[in-house]
């Protein structure tokens, strides 16, 4: 599947899950070979990261959905 017909494969995919389409942005993606990649949220406060992984062998999409569950901040020595 080409990438941009991947794109929006995944972004049809986040506005059936109830997302608007101007509120969905990708992260990062890439191609390889017949496979493709893509990590994208949405502009909504607290929405999760959703990992889109196209198996171009076997016509399947896996969706990963992956929820922020702490931010900390650590102290480092800068030398």
């Not at 972004?11 to 101007?22: A, C, M």
């Not at 990062?28 to 990590?39: H, V």
């Not at 990963?64 to 900390?72: L, P, Q, V």
Request: hydrophobic content about 30%; glycine content about 6%; some cysteine.
């Amino acid at each position: 599947m080409d990438n941009n017909k991947f794109t929006d494969k995944c972004k049809d995919i986040l506005e059936s899950k109830g997302f608007e389409r101007d509120d969905i942005f990708i992260v990062w993606s890439c191609k390889t070979l017949q496979n493709n990649k893509a990590i994208l949220s949405a502009t909504i406060k607290g929405a999760p990261l959703y990992e889109i992984t196209h198996n171009g062998d076997k016509g399947e999409i896996y969706v990963d959905t992956y929820a922020k569950e702490s931010n900390e901040c650590l102290k480092v020595d800068v030398q």
